[in-house]
């Protein structure tokens, strides 16, 4: 159980493409430990293995432990910890849908980012399973973000360079304190 730094822009190794796990091993099922430990200190929905540093394509999402302003991590029994390997979209709906995104490697900054509004995806389990599933909602958008990272992708890239610009200045505001 480890609480891993998370990789913030600009860091190249956010725009590098992960690699699939090729078995699944307890050291994969221990990166998941420690993601959902990261993701919960953090009070993300989502992270993905690059965000730690870890090359491999491993996702973890919780749409229980919404963002609040409490300082404690949801309590166990109210979440719903879901880990994806080897993350594949089968299929994106035509209709798309725009959601106020966010990311934990872009500290504290949103914009609206407009994507597919459902999607089908495949992935594996913990124990080695193959699932495939329509996603719609927050799920398929949370989902997609996390693809994203998989493949170097950030939520950035899909909106305007003047957006792109401001969300950057801010972010240097906020850093520079
Ligand atoms: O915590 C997160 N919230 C979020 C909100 C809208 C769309 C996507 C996300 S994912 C983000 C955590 C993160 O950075 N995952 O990669
Ligand atoms: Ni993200």
Known sequence: MAILPIVEVPDPVLRQTCAPVPA???EVRGIVADMFDTMYDAHGIG???IQVGILQRI???DLQDRETEEE???PEAVRDPRAFI???LVSVSEESSTYNEGCLSIPEQYAEVTRPARCRVAWLDTAGERH???MDGLMATCMQHEI???NGVLFIDHISRLKRG???KKLDKLRRG
Do not use: G, W
């Open 24 to 26: 699944i091993t307890d």
């Open 132 to 134: 495939e599933e329509d």
């Open 166 to 168: 401001m969300l950057m």
């Open 72 to 74: 404690e991590p949801a």
């Open 59 to 61: 996702v973890v999402i």
């Open 47 to 49: 992270l993905a293995a």
């Open 86 to 88: 080897n993350p594949e």
């Open 148 to 150: 994203d990272h998989l």
